[in-house]
Each structure stands twice: as structure tokens, then as C-alpha cells.
Nanobody
Framework: VQLQASGGGLVQAGGSLRLSCAAS????????MGWFRQAPGKGREFVAT????????YYADSVKGRFTISRDNAKNTVYLQMNSLKPEDTAVYYC?????????????????WGQGTQVTVSS
């Protein structure tokens, strides 16, 4: 499966961005999906995850109430709407897909990764 993330950019604090992750090469609708991020000098951090039918969703405490994950199985795409952005949200954001259908907060449970998209929030 191939994942293509897009939508990153430079935004001022308090602004919004919507990331998209388009999947191809596999039955996307059966896969749990997740977003992770990695800031300079730090490890990869869980952001949000969604089960195959959007029935189960989970967020990191640091983004809860500001970010929204969603998916459109007809378009083979998962989204991350990011509002009220803060400078500490600056990172490369990666989407990931599982072979299983449920969600997961663990990066090791994901089998496929996109190339990442840079999000920079200025103060």
C-alpha cells in the first residue's frame, strides 16, 4: 500500500491546516489509520487514530479538542483537521495504515507509512 500525505505548510499560531492522506494499492476501507508526528530532535509521537469504520477514534492529550481525525473510505483518504495551532505542533506529520481494522496508538502496530508533510507554526 502507498500513502501520500499532503496539506502541510507554514501557519501562524492560532491558525488551521487540514492534512490529507491518500491511500492506494490495498483495501483502505478495512484498515485502521493513524497520524503521528516528529519534531526536530525528538522521537515519533502519536497524534490521532481512527478505526476502519470511524467507530473508534482516539487522540493524544496534547491535541484533544483542537485536532479532528476523519476518513472517507469512498475516496481512500484520511484527514487531520488541525485548529488552534501552537508552535509546539511544529513537526513532520506522518500518516500510517494498519493491516488490521482497529485503531492503535502504537507506531509499531502500523505496517505502512507515508512520506510525511511538514507543518510549521510560527509564534
Amino acid at each position: 500500500v502507498q500513502l501520500q500525505a499532503s496539506g502541510g505548510g507554514l501557519v501562524q499560531a492560532g491558525g488551521s491546516l487540514r492534512l490529507s492522506c491518500a491511500a492506494s494499492g490495498r483495501t483502505f476501507s478495512n484498515s485502521g489509520m493513524g497520524w503521528f508526528r516528529q519534531a526536530p530532535g525528538k522521537g515519533r509521537e502519536f497524534v490521532a487514530t481512527i478505526s476502519w469504520n470511524s467507530g473508534r477514534i482516539y487522540y493524544a492529550d496534547s491535541v484533544k479538542g483542537r485536532f479532528t481525525i476523519s476518513r472517507d473510505n469512498a475516496k481512500n483518504t484520511v484527514y487531520l483537521q488541525m485548529n488552534s495551532l501552537k508552535p509546539e505542533d511544529t513537526a513532520v506529520y506522518y500518516c500510517a495504515a494498519r493491516s488490521g481494522s482497529d485503531y492503535s496508538i502504537l507506531a509499531t502496530n502500523y505496517d505502512y507509512w507515508g512520506q510525511g508533510t511538514q507543518v510549521t507554526v510560527s509564534s
